[in-house]
């Protein structure tokens, strides 16, 4: 069907938009990998290269009072949901200004009081609570929202996947579920992970709303999350979304990647996600190579403006640390 | 015929007592095995409580709406041997070994336990001589009121192999605040202190009769006139002069060697002893050591010994014979290994073989108490005859 | 009137959903049914929508009550058994337990384990894992003895901002019985003197504490004055009135239902022996559960764990000392 001319402007705006978070967190990413190599940055590194079409069309597609738990690769849908490029510095270098103040690091952050949950590392640990989010704010009479959880294709072999997807299925509650199958978990492929045909098919199972999407293409990304979300928020229940993609970069900054295979690199999955959105924008003339230059330059001096700004903050300080883990601090044992 | 007690049965997973909803059948009907006999309700469901054979219901023991713990007799079952036999209930049941009704009834336990405690011995103090465990409260009270293990010697410990317990000690104390107290003075402490610590080494004495009266005759040519103690002190400093190692100490695997034979003799002073020091007492003829030893005496004697006169010498010389005693084990002040004692003199009949007859000799004994840790009655001996010997020739000295 | 100990969770449970519309309760079977133990009884009828069936998933019933906490709601979470809590072990100490550790937002979420062994239970419905709950930082762990305690501990855990593992002891829900409900209650993190003593004192918790009180009246009845201290909570624990009892009687017996290795009885040797060493007159001794798992038939059972007898036993080679 044809699209009126306000349709596609609105479109062309949603994908502009996510383009661009899609572009700054690629960008904010590979600032991350120059710190790690540099040695400025303690622990590990994880990128979401190859997987910023999804992220960013699932944060464009949440509001303010929505609930996300994204997970390791998502940089552009923390950025559409609302992060900060100086937060999620912050606590990459350990800030004590950081919201997670250098008590954890990396892609464990988040503020759970706005709905912007913080990953524990345990795969598939974060969907029950986004479920008790929705839960709650369901009994407080709170409507017309959607709590969305990432994960990758290894968590849905965890009992946490199992029983999660589960109990939002029998609450129906306003989940939406998003499977990035990047085809490795860690160096796991696919055929050692899982026996079904497709991922998706696991909707079925569970009764809940089933959506495939071909994970570097923005444009169909954009179109099957906004359809999950939608529907989740409309109140019919829970939504899979599987997108098939390919991770192009290591689990982390250490990993070299050397097992993923060369078919998959040079299959149409192996295409990146950054690089086919921007021929795109450029084909459709949504905007111009110099409109996108000056976005890059941008985004560039943005972020490391926000690195030089950390680097002259204070890291925290072991003897002014409040070393107990109760917020009932009379109950806290060991303090000194 | 036996009677058998019908019981509540365990009706469930964690279900511990429950309540009597009807009696199914009345008293003196004939029942079959398995038969319901009485309805109950647990908190989770209505069951019934079966018959265990065949028999008649002789009596009924539990009431309606009472609730009866898991294992509890709620009747009596009159059945034929052969039929309790049959079903297995002519061997009384064994005894109950939980808890259970103990802490509900607060039933004596006075039966023998069947079940082993888990836990294991307790440590027993390895010298089965009573004080010699002390446990860290006993060390810490005698810590606080400044005692020590020699300060429970008199206390009959009733703990494991005779130790003596925190009770035991509050007991002899509070029993000593009964009786006279005076304050121990500082110098009595002192001295108590010093012993008490040389003690905890293994002390041996040897003993030997040296004649006099060289030693007389020499010092009524003397002027001013040494005493005898003095004699024996310029003896024993040559004698350690001659081979020091005797008077080592020795402090783990090593023998620490005396840098300077200063020795020290005993001075009674008021309710103790104090020990003045002659430094090198080998490098200094008996004539010159006579004016500082008389000085030093009359210091001690006012308890105003510089600070230069006491402590760091290597061995003590001490005159019980001033007493009238003639023979002593002195103990060596804890960082000396050597005390030389000089007993009183006496007339001694000496059998002189050239005259054929005993003649009379003055003679005292000398003893040496020593750290068996360094040397031996050997050494000791050895050391002993040399210091006599000198003293048989003042003239040397 | 009485009261039982199951009776007094349940009625405290009413009393926090009358008194607060954050609390709600997830559970298996806690519904229409009310319980496997019936400690909801009518509670879904009373209080519709707040008292809630949830799938056999350990996991997921914790982790949606730590993400309802998040929301600022006071989720109370029935384990049908403690030793089935183990499959939600995870949300517990990693999810909820640094919640506020790391992000600053409180996690008052309860969850209440029926635990301990009762007659014929067996290896999976009778566990005490209260010390592995209190390994982790970031976690309350209560064992309340009384019916009294029962309730008010019960509540005060609904009202506490972090997340309390409540230990209800299931051979006390019928046996034990209170005239009423408290109107008081001693604070969290204190213990209580159950029995005053000056010649040994035994440090113990929950079911336990009743072995203890029934062995000390065996020994009274020799002489001995046994003072029994009951922990009610095992964390934070109440170091300052273990060594002050310690201080009055220099002997030490710590009595635990759960296994030996590194457990509450464990701790509180090592803090008496590190902080109050000058204190003992003897070694500190502690009495537990077999090192086996737990077994089923009664006979067994009652040599498992500590029992009045056992217990007295172990208080007697210690007062020998």
Same mark, same amino acid.
């Given at each position: 069907?044809?699209?009126?001319?306000?349709?596609?402007?609105?479109?062309?705006?949603?994908?502009?938009?996510? !383009?661009?978070?899609?572009?700054?967190?690629?960008?904010?990413?590979?600032?991350?990998?120059?710190? !790690?190599?540099?040695?400025?940055?303690?622990?590990?590194?994880?990128?979401?290269?190859?997987?910023?079409?999804?992220? @960013?069309?699932?944060?464009?597609?949440?509001?303010?009072?929505?609930?996300?738990?994204?997970?390791?690769?998502?940089?552009?849908?923390?950025?559409?949901?609302?992060?900060?490029?100086?937060?999620?510095?912050?606590?990459?270098?350990?800030?004590?200004?950081?919201?997670?103040?250098?008590?954890?690091?990396?892609?464990? +952050?988040?503020?759970?009081?706005?709905?912007?949950?913080?990953?524990?590392?345990?795969?598939?640990?974060?969907?029950?609570?986004?479920?008790?989010v929705l839960f709650a704010r369901r009994m407080k009479g709170i409507s017309s929202i959607v709590g969305v959880a990432c994960l990758g294709?290894?968590?849905?072999?965890?009992?946490?996947?199992?029983?999660?997807?589960?109990?939002?299925?029998?609450?129906?509650?306003?989940?939406?579920?998003?499977?990035?199958?990047?085809?490795?978990?860690?160096?796991?492929?696919?055929?050692?992970?899982?026996?079904?045909?497709?991922?998706?098919?696991?909707? @079925?199972? !569970?009764?809940?709303?089933?959506?495939?999407?071909?994970?570097?293409?923005?444009?169909?990304?954009?179109?099957?999350?906004?359809?999950?979300?939608? +529907?989740?928020?409309?109140?019919?229940?829970?939504?899979?979304?599987?997108?098939?993609?390919?991770?192009?970069?290591?689990?982390?900054?250490?990993?070299?990647?050397?097992?993923?295979?060369?078919?998959?690199?040079?299959?149409?999955?192996?295409?990146?996600?950054?690089?086919?959105?921007?021929?795109?924008?450029?084909?459709?003339?949504?905007?111009?190579?110099?409109?996108?230059?000056?976005?890059?330059?941008?985004?560039? +001096?943005?972020?490391?403006?926000?690195?030089?700004?950390?680097?002259?903050e204070p890291a925290p300080d072991p003897f002014a640390e409040n070393w107990t883990a109760l917020s009932t601090e009379n109950l806290a044992?060991?303090?000194? | 015929?036996?009677?058998?007690?019908?019981?509540?049965?365990?009706?469930?997973?964690?279900?511990?007592?429950?309540?009597?909803?009807?009696?199914?059948?009345?008293?003196?009907?004939?029942?079959?095995?398995?038969?319901?006999?009485?309805?109950?309700?647990?908190?989770?469901?209505?069951?019934?409580?079966?018959?265990?054979?065949?028999?008649?219901?002789?009596?009924?023991?539990?009431?309606?709406?009472?609730?009866?713990?898991?294992?509890?007799?709620?009747?009596?079952?009159?059945?034929?041997?052969?039929?309790?036999?049959?079903?297995?209930?002519?061997?009384?049941?064994?005894?109950?070994?939980?808890?259970?009704?103990?802490?509900?009834?607060?039933?004596?336990?006075?039966?023998?336990?069947?079940?082993?405690?888990?836990?294991?011995?307790?440590?027993?103090?390895?010298?089965?001589?009573?004080?010699?465990?002390?446990?860290?409260?006993?060390?810490?009270?005698?810590?606080?009121?400044?005692?020590?293990?020699?300060?429970?010697?008199?206390?009959?410990?009733?703990?494991?192999?005779?130790?003596?317990?925190?009770?035991?000690?509050?007991?002899?104390?509070?029993?000593?605040?009964?009786?006279?107290?005076?304050?121990?003075?500082?110098?009595?402490?002192?001295?108590?202190?010093?012993?008490?610590?040389?003690?905890?080494?293994?002390?041996?004495?040897?003993?030997?009769?040296?004649?006099?009266?060289?030693?007389?005759?020499?010092?009524?040519?003397?002027?001013?006139?040494?005493?005898?103690?003095?004699?024996?002190?310029?003896?024993?400093?040559?004698?350690?002069?001659?081979?020091?190692?005797?008077?080592?100490? $020795?402090?783990?695997?090593?023998?620490?060697?005396?840098?300077?034979?200063?020795?020290?003799?005993?001075?009674?002073?008021?309710?103790?002893?104090?020990?003045?020091?002659?430094?090198?007492?080998?490098?200094?003829?008996?004539?010159?050591?006579?004016?500082?030893?008389?000085?030093?005496?009359?210091?001690?004697?006012?308890?105003?010994?510089?600070?230069?006169?006491?402590?760091?010498?290597?061995?003590?010389?001490?005159?019980?014979?001033?007493?009238?005693?003639?023979?002593?084990?002195?103990?060596?002040?804890?960082?000396?290994? $050597?005390?030389?004692?000089?007993?009183?003199?006496?007339?001694?009949?000496?059998?002189?073989?050239?005259?054929?007859?005993?003649?009379?000799?003055?003679?005292?004994?000398?003893?040496?108490?020593?750290?068996?840790?360094?040397?031996?009655?050997?050494?000791?001996?050895?050391?002993?005859?040399?210091?006599?010997?000198?003293?048989?020739?003042?003239?040397?000295? | 009137?009485?009261?039982?100990?199951?009776?007094?969770?349940?009625?405290?449970?009413?009393?926090?959903?009358?008194?607060?519309?954050?609390?709600?309760?997830?559970?298996?079977?806690?519904?229409?049914?009310?319980?496997?133990?019936?400690?909801?009884?009518?509670?879904?009828?009373?209080?519709?929508?707040?008292?809630?069936?949830?799938?056999?998933?350990?996991?997921?019933?914790?982790?949606?009550?730590?993400?309802?906490?998040?929301?600022?709601?006071?989720?109370?979470?029935?384990?049908?058994?403690?030793?089935?809590?183990?499959?939600?072990?995870?949300?517990?100490?990693?999810?909820?337990?640094?919640?506020?550790?790391?992000?600053?937002?409180?996690?008052?979420?309860?969850?209440?384990?029926?635990?301990?062994?009762?007659?014929?239970?067996?290896?999976?419905?009778?566990?005490?894992?209260?010390?592995?709950?209190?390994?982790?930082?970031?976690?309350?762990?209560?064992?309340?003895?009384?019916?009294?305690?029962?309730?008010?501990?019960?509540?005060?855990?609904?009202?506490?901002?972090?997340?309390?593992?409540?230990?209800?002891?299931?051979?006390?829900?019928?046996?034990?019985?209170?005239?009423?409900?408290?109107?008081?209650?001693?604070?969290?993190?204190?213990?209580?003197?159950?029995?005053?003593?000056?010649?040994?004192?035994?440090?113990?918790?929950?079911?336990?504490?009743?072995?203890?009180?029934?062995?000390?009246?065996?020994?009274?009845?020799?002489?001995?004055?046994?003072?029994?201290?009951?922990?009610?909570?095992?964390?934070?624990?109440?170091?300052?009135?273990?060594?002050?009892?310690?201080?009055?009687?220099?002997?030490?017996?710590?009595?635990?239902?759960?296994?030996?290795?590194?457990?509450?009885?464990?701790?509180?040797?090592?803090?008496?022996?590190?902080?109050?060493?000058?204190?003992?007159?003897?070694?500190?001794?502690?009495?537990?559960?077999?090192?086996?798992?737990?077994?089923?038939?009664?006979?067994?059972?009652?040599?498992?764990?500590?029992?009045?007898?056992?217990?007295?036993?172990?208080?007697?080679?210690?007062?020998?000392?």
């Open positions: 069907m044809l699209q009126t001319v306000t349709e596609r402007e609105s479109i062309g705006t949603t994908q502009l938009a996510a !383009y661009r978070f899609m572009l700054r967190a690629r960008l904010l990413d590979e600032k991350f990998a120059a710190l !790690y190599r540099a040695g400025k940055i303690h622990g590990g590194v994880f990128l979401g290269r190859g997987q910023e079409a999804l992220s @960013a069309a699932i944060g464009v597609h949440l509001n303010k009072s929505d609930v996300f738990a994204p997970l390791i690769r998502d940089a552009a849908g923390r950025l559409a949901f609302g992060e900060t490029i100086l937060d999620a510095v912050r606590t990459y270098m350990g800030s004590a200004l950081g919201p997670m103040r250098g008590r954890d690091g990396n892609v464990h +952050r988040g503020k759970p009081q706005e709905g912007y949950l913080a990953m524990i590392s345990h795969l598939g640990a974060m969907i029950s609570v986004v479920n008790g294709e290894g968590a849905t072999s965890t009992g946490s996947f199992h029983e999660a997807l589960n109990q939002a299925a029998v609450e129906k509650l306003p989940l939406v579920l998003v499977v990035a199958n990047n085809q490795y978990a860690y160096s796991t492929p696919n055929d050692r992970q899982f026996a079904c045909d497709d991922l998706v098919h696991k909707a @079925a199972g !569970y009764g809940v709303g089933a959506h495939s999407v071909v994970g570097n293409d923005l444009v169909a990304c954009l179109k099957v999350v906004g359809t999950a979300v939608a +529907r989740a928020r409309a109140g019919q229940g829970p939504q899979l979304v599987v997108a098939n993609l390919l991770r192009l970069c290591g689990h982390g900054e250490h990993d070299d990647a050397g097992y993923i295979v060369p078919e998959l690199k040079n299959s149409p999955l192996g295409r990146d996600c950054l690089k086919l959105a921007e021929d795109f924008l450029l084909k459709e003339k949504i905007t111009d190579a110099a409109q996108l230059a000056v976005w890059r330059s941008e985004a560039i +001096r943005e972020i490391e403006d926000a690195v030089a700004q950390v680097q002259r044992e060991g303090r000194e | 015929m036996p009677q058998i007690p019908i019981i509540m049965p365990q009706l469930g997973e964690s279900i511990a007592e429950a309540a009597i909803i009807s009696f199914l059948v009345q008293p003196g009907a004939q029942v079959e095995g398995g038969q319901d006999l009485i309805e109950v309700e647990t908190n989770k469901a209505t069951m019934t409580v079966t018959a265990p054979c065949s028999g008649r219901i002789e009596s009924f023991s539990a009431e309606l709406n009472e609730s009866y713990a898991v294992g509890d007799v709620l009747g009596k079952l009159e059945v034929t041997a052969e039929e309790a036999k049959r079903a297995g209930l002519d061997v009384p049941p064994p005894e109950k070994t939980g808890d259970t009704e103990s802490i509900v009834k607060q039933q004596p336990t006075g039966k023998s336990s069947r079940v082993e405690p888990t836990i294991r011995g307790l440590p027993v103090p390895a010298n089965a001589t009573g004080a010699s465990y002390m446990s860290p409260r006993l060390k810490a009270r005698m810590h606080e009121l400044g005692l020590s293990a020699a300060d429970l010697a008199g206390i009959a410990g009733s703990g494991a192999a005779g130790r003596v317990t925190v009770e035991d000690f509050e007991k002899f104390m509070a029993n000593l605040e009964q009786q006279k107290l005076t304050k121990a003075s500082s110098m009595r402490v002192a001295v108590a202190d010093a012993m008490r610590r040389s003690w905890t080494r293994p002390l041996a004495t040897v003993g030997l009769p040296v004649a006099l009266d060289a030693l007389l005759a020499h010092r009524k040519s003397c002027n001013p006139k040494p005493g005898p103690a003095l004699y024996a002190l310029r003896a024993l400093a040559l004698a350690l002069a001659e081979n020091s190692a005797v008077a080592g100490r $020795l402090v783990g695997t090593n023998i620490v060697h005396p840098s300077s034979i200063d020795v020290g003799f005993a001075v009674e002073a008021e309710d103790g002893v104090l020990v003045p020091v002659i430094r090198a007492a080998n490098k200094k003829s008996l004539k010159e050591l006579v004016v500082r030893y008389d000085e030093l005496v009359e210091l001690a004697r006012q308890r105003k010994l510089p600070a230069d006169a006491t402590g760091g010498s290597v061995a003590t010389v001490t005159n019980f014979g001033t007493f009238g005693l003639i023979w002593a084990t002195p103990i060596p002040l804890p960082e000396q290994t $050597l005390v030389l004692g000089l007993g009183a003199g006496r007339k001694m009949p000496h059998w002189d073989e050239a005259k054929g007859q005993f003649v009379p000799v003055t003679e005292a004994y000398l003893t040496l108490s020593f750290d068996h840790r360094v040397l031996d009655g050997g050494a000791a001996g050895r050391l002993l005859q040399r210091i006599a010997a000198l003293m048989k020739q003042p003239e040397l000295l | 009137m009485s009261i039982t100990y199951l009776e007094a969770i349940r009625e405290a449970q009413a009393h926090a959903l009358r008194d607060d519309p954050r609390v709600f309760i997830y559970g298996q079977d806690i519904g229409a049914f009310g319980g496997a133990f019936k400690a909801t009884k009518n509670l879904a009828k009373e209080f519709p929508g707040r008292v809630l069936d949830s799938p056999i998933s350990e996991d997921a019933m914790v982790g949606l009550a730590v993400g309802a906490a998040i929301e600022g709601m006071r989720p109370i979470v029935e384990m049908q058994f403690a030793d089935f809590s183990t499959v939600g072990f995870n949300q517990v100490v990693n999810q909820a337990a640094t919640l506020f550790w790391r992000t600053n937002v409180s996690c008052p979420i309860t969850v209440r384990l029926p635990f301990g062994g009762t007659s014929g239970s067996g290896p999976f419905h009778s566990q005490c894992i209260e010390a592995i709950y209190a390994h982790y930082p970031g976690i309350i762990v209560l064992t309340p003895a009384t019916v009294e305690d029962a309730y008010s501990m019960l509540l005060a855990a609904v009202a506490t901002n972090d997340p309390v593992i409540f230990c209800e002891h299931k051979f006390l829900y019928y046996h034990l019985k209170a005239e009423k409900l408290p109107s008081e209650a001693l604070p969290i993190g204190k213990a209580r003197i159950a029995r005053e003593g000056r010649d040994l004192t035994i440090v113990t918790y929950s079911a336990m504490v009743h072995e203890a009180l029934a062995a000390a009246t065996e020994l009274a009845t020799e002489g001995w004055e046994i003072e029994v201290v009951d922990l009610r909570s095992v964390k934070p624990l109440d170091t300052d009135t273990v060594i002050a009892s310690v201080a009055r009687t220099g002997r030490l017996l710590c009595v635990g239902e759960a296994w030996p290795w590194g457990g509450v009885t464990a701790e509180v040797i090592a803090r008496v022996s590190a902080e109050s060493y000058g204190l003992l007159d003897a070694p500190p001794q502690r009495l537990n559960a077999k090192d086996t798992p737990v077994p089923y038939h009664p006979n067994l059972w009652a040599a498992h764990r500590p029992t009045a007898r056992s217990v007295a036993a172990a208080a007697r080679k210690l007062l020998r000392f």
